[in-house]
């Protein structure tokens, strides 16, 4: 079911939301967010450190960061980290990284020691963004631990699990350890040629990347691939213009399928023949940046569509006319900075962070 | 209790618990972006909590992970945690199979039911195969793109076997939606990958003619042209050889009201890779086209110009190509 188109005369209950980015509504909306969550998002209590993420980096991008309590939550983050007792457990197989919440963190009741890690890939790339967005420089972080337990995530294949008490293993964990090396600025803990050798499998017949082997190529998955590859080192600027042999993946076939995301309404689908959702405008939005090939997009048409995913409650919506999460108004911001709106700051594509902070400014 | 958990009672009144301290979550001084947790929530997690601590793997603690799992089906610890009591039980794994069916009817779009049964049919090994077909098959006629059920299917397929009528099926599928990208994508996995069948290679001309047909049907569908494309991975040679893929591009050239868009692309990529054009598809790039032009010569700058003005959306990166053609290229 659509909309009427934005910005037509049935639109006049609220002409400002078709027309324009209503930072101050999304800021508003973040900020309520940050002091409660509603119910409907208990279940992910489990990562409450992705929705945190959401949150100070998405107030980052709009410029609005200062307005938080910077150490109350470099404290509440640092507290999630899991420690080993000593330095010898670090080759037990376990990852000490970050916990999502308490809900993956025990504490025996006798003593006041965190027991039972259950430190996550996803939430370790979290935990590290919020720090660097509210200013930090990690060094509080036992970035030791992390780095040398990160190997015991990484698979035979060159793929990796997010904890090591055993899940499913596709393209996003890859991206996370990679992610993390870069922001350690330290790449001990990972074989990348191993994690390269994977991404490659990972490509489709289409150009496009599947989450796994195989796999529909998908466009958070495609993001995955080149980020991962980009913060490994081995794809560069200027890519389109060098010889196609010179690439480990296909870029024309990858470059065109991108391309071809952008539908008719403007916005970007995830697949071929699926519906346009307004977090692929960052995710392959994102692959065409770092290609150095956004300026290929309809800006305008994608502008508009991701309008009619704006809410008038602040934030975005995975579809027009919905309500506003999360997770889709960090993207739509995201897709914002890409776009270049003005009063955001520019992000760092390939990590999800703002650039000014991913350079330690 | 049922397995969706619906709470009855609280647990603090039960009295099969009345022997448990429930262990409330410390979420320290400040907590960042606190999330409004329901009374049931908390209290079954502050009981969960008492019997991980506990390690306590018995049958109420089995029926405490579901209740949990109902409310928190993303908790991976607590997904684990019952993996270890199922263990410890030696449970029987084809009824944890029947307990995922109806937490995944309610949750079919979170890793770690795909997880869980991946690692129970794992370990059933080959007794789970027919049985994981038929599931992924059934939420397929609720949502023939699910890519859970896709990752999931595929791993059953490598793992566990299964092949002989994953063709038909895709075929099935393809029947009901020929635009369904999943399936086309599957269809690819059986022909590369089977190991009933001869490999991409053999299966390379029948595989053509039925995408053509496809084509055909719709010329604006992406799905069968890219798995054209895909066909003849690192082989462009052949591509650029293939007559029938040269005349099905003529013939959807040809063809009135209907997009064009990927016909030419597909072109502009055989010219970009040697093709000698005929007449014939010189004047059927020329018709597309208001310009007299000059004969024999810039038929890809050509048709650079006429996906400019049919797929407009992407007019800069149609540009960027008659650009940057290869300078040998007609």
Known sequence: MEDSPPGSSSDSNSPSRAESFDRDRHVFFLQMMYQLMPSQYQGQEINRLTLAYFAVSGLHVLRSVDSLHKEEIISWVLSLQAHPKNEALLNDGQFYGFHGSRSSQFQKIDNGVWTANGSHLASTYCALAILKTVGNDLSVTDSESILKSLKHLQQPDGSFMPIHSG???????????????????????????????????????????????????????????????????????????????????????????????????????????????????????GVLRILGAYQFIDETALRKFLLTCQSEYGGFSKLPGQLPDLYHSFYGFSAFSLLEEPGLHPIRIELGIADNVAIGL | MNSHGDHKMPLSQRPEWSDVTPVPQEDGPNPVLPISLTDDFRETMDYFRAVYLADERSPRALGLTAEAIALNAANYTVWQFRRLILESLEADLHEELDFVDVVASSNSKNYQIWHHRRWAAEKLGAEATSRELEFTKKVFSADAKHYHAWSHRQWVLQALGGWEDELAYCQQLLEVDIFNNSAWNQRYFVITRSPLLGGLETMRDSEVSYTAEAIISKPENESPWRYLRGLFKNDMQSLVNDPQVLSLCLTVLKAENVSHVFALSMLLDLLCHGLQPSEELKNAIRALTSEAGPPGSDLARTVCSVLERVDPMRINYWKWRKSTLPSQVV
């Open chain 1, 167 to 285: 899940a499913e293993t596709d393209l996003r964990f890859v991206y996370c350890a990679a992610a993390i090396s870069s922001m350690l600025g330290n790449w001990s803990g990972m074989d990348r040629e191993m994690a390269k050798e994977y991404i490659i499998n990972c490509q489709s017949y289409d150009g496009g990347f599947g989450l796994t082997p195989g796999s529909e190529s998908h466009g958070g998955a495609t993001y995955c691939a080149v980020a991962s590859l980009q913060l490994m080192g081995y794809i560069e600027d200027g890519l389109l213009s060098k010889s196609a042999s010179s690439c480990i993946i296909d870029v024309p076939l990858l470059l065109d399928w991108s391309l071809q995301r952008q539908a008719a309404d403007g916005g970007f689908q995830g697949r071929p023949n699926k519906p346009t959702d307004t977090c692929y405008a960052f995710w392959v939005g």
